[in-house]
């Protein structure tokens, strides 16, 4: 590794020690010309799928795209990045396991909505009306239905759907009085 002061070409390793969460190597390093110390830290490096784009393109794995979905989906929702980084995470995670070189768009587009199907409906269906292409309002009911027959798997977990509290009484009615 060169050095980031003088630019020599030697430098040693002086420490080095994972990180808290296990994830990279921190090393401490002195250069052999200056003396100076600096610090680089050491990660794996996954070669991620190609995605296949519907015209037949290829485009390398891009996880800014993702977190872009995500974060538009779930805008003003109960999530956090915490959330969102998970889910990238998994998303991730399923791209090294399939162990292909090449992977359709459509297949990555199915795995976002999984994620947001168990993070937040409503950020689901967010995703879903722009993924899907929904042409009419059908198509939309239809999925919103699929929903709620499935939420009794999602109870709990989050914010629901269509509120079940009454709609809250209009000042100056009679049941006001």
Not at 149 to 176: F, H, I, T, W
Request: net charge positive; aromatic share 6%; charged share 35%.
């Amino acid at each position: 590794m060169h050095c980031p002061f003088c630019h020599h070409e030697d430098t040693r390793v002086v420490d080095s020690r994972l990180t808290e969460d296990g994830t990279q190597v921190r090393r401490r390093r002195a250069c052999e010309q200056c003396g100076e110390r600096f610090t680089t830290f050491e990660t794996v490096e996954f070669k991620l799928p190609a995605i296949v784009k519907q015209d037949g393109r290829r485009e390398s794995f891009d996880e800014r795209k993702i977190r872009s979905s995500l974060e538009r989906a779930l805008h003003k929702r109960p999530a956090g990045s915490d959330t969102i980084d998970a889910a990238i995470d998994t998303i991730k995670r399923k791209l090294r396991a399939i162990g292909d070189r090449e992977v359709i768009s459509r297949k990555l587009g199915d795995w976002v909505m999984a994620e947001l199907r168990r993070i937040d409906q409503v950020a689901y269906v967010r995703f879903a009306s722009v993924y899907r292409r929904f042409e009419d309002v059908q198509a939309f009911r239809e999925e919103v239905e699929q929903l709620e027959r499935d939420l009794p798997a999602l109870e709990g977990k989050q914010m629901s759907l269509l509120q079940d509290e009454p709609a809250p009484a209009v000042p100056g009615s009679r049941k006001n009085s």
